[in-house]
């Protein structure tokens, strides 16, 4: 019985490195359609996401299955419910990647992010990218250095929104409403998929500390 | 045992209730500063969110205990598990009830919604109302026509946010920037308020029924 638990929450943990490695993939392929204006690339981000529903759904059941089956306390329930909440955060990112993907593709052919601020959108698309590989690494070894990082680069992400508010309020701004609204969303996509991020690596900070503070949910007290 | 095991469940189901009955303070007053410029109202938006979150964080602590010291099967595990989710999807109605009031915040003591939009955000308020008062209303009764009227005012949220980006992607359209990217993000956050809603309504579908197709989460799948 203890076996085929063990075994149930391993695959649980090996589930939610997946989860994460598609997000990894989806948010990749997603910042280069929307900096290339890759239309291809946009459309298959936005139609593999329905995978990473499918395993947010699957994982969910299972979380749900073990706790009716093996009645876990102490660190195994709180592997199971973090575990379930893990991949609510994932499958949000993997959301928020198909809305950069969606944005590429309404703009199609031209690119959505206006000269100027490629740069800042690059950066973005780079510390994104990061969050979602280390948040991967993270699930897999459980190394905490790694959650530092995921936080670092959500510090990056929210200066580089801050600055894209300070190039569309410049005097300087003349693009059409259009590109306003495109950079305003897009920002926030950004933004909040670091929050997701940092959400993740909290938990799991939670899990290898115990430590409570680990768990706060940065992802529901930070967005402005 | 059982006995206290059913005034805990009842405990969960009261505590979500008053919950959903402070977001619905929340989103009624954060409108109004909105519409009216009203700062005192939008501060008090703002502070009062983290009693949310820690409502949140209370109820959620108390569904790992009662599923540690009770382990629940059947129904009654369906009901934890519920709560932990609708909880989650309450606490976030909370954040962008306060993301609205921030908005009204930031622009005080000019108005955040431009002339020409104020009936349209007038509806979004009034939807988004009854869409919270509806949901605290649901979580009281299980009256599930109750969450087919939350259905169809998510609709007209996501009607109303397409209005939105037809004002200002119009030829008409000669506000400064700071409008656009206002109008913006304020059209996206009651569009994410009505999804979280269906989120909650779905799950009360699902306890009530036990019908899956009520879980789907919406916030998760429709946000575009």
């Avoid at 660190?75 to 973090?82: A, E, F, G, K």
Wanted: contains cysteine; glycine residues 6%; aromatic residues 4%.
């Amino acid at each position: 019985m203890r076996d085929i638990f063990n075994n149930e929450l391993k695959q649980l943990g090996e589930d939610l490195v997946a989860m994460s490695g598609r997000v990894e993939q989806a948010i990749t392929h997603a910042g280069v359609a929307l900096l290339t204006a890759d239309l291809g690339l946009a459309e298959s981000v936005i139609a593999d996401d329905l995978a990473i529903d499918a395993l947010e759904q699957d994982l969910d059941e299972r979380c749900v299955r073990l706790l009716a089956q093996q009645q876990p306390v102490a660190t195994d329930l709180r592997v199971v419910v973090s575990a379930l909440r893990m991949s609510a955060s994932l499958e949000r990112m993997g959301d928020l990647a198909r809305h950069v993907a969606q944005v590429a593709r309404l703009r199609y052919p031209a690119a959505a992010v206006p000269a100027g601020l490629e740069s800042t959108f690059t950066q973005m698309q780079d510390a994104a990218v990061r969050v979602a590989r280390r948040t991967t690494t993270l699930l897999e070894t459980r190394d905490l250095d790694l959650a530092v990082s995921i936080e670092q680069d959500d510090d990056l992400l929210d200066q580089l929104h801050t600055d894209t508010f300070t190039a569309m309020l410049s005097g300087d701004w003349d693009r059409p409403a259009q590109v306003t609204v495109d950079v305003t969303l897009l920002g926030r996509y950004y933004e909040r998929f670091g929050d997701h991020g940092v959400s993740v690596a909290r938990r799991v900070g939670y899990l290898v500390t115990g430590d409570a503070a680990h768990a706060l949910d940065p992802a529901a007290v930070r967005s402005g």
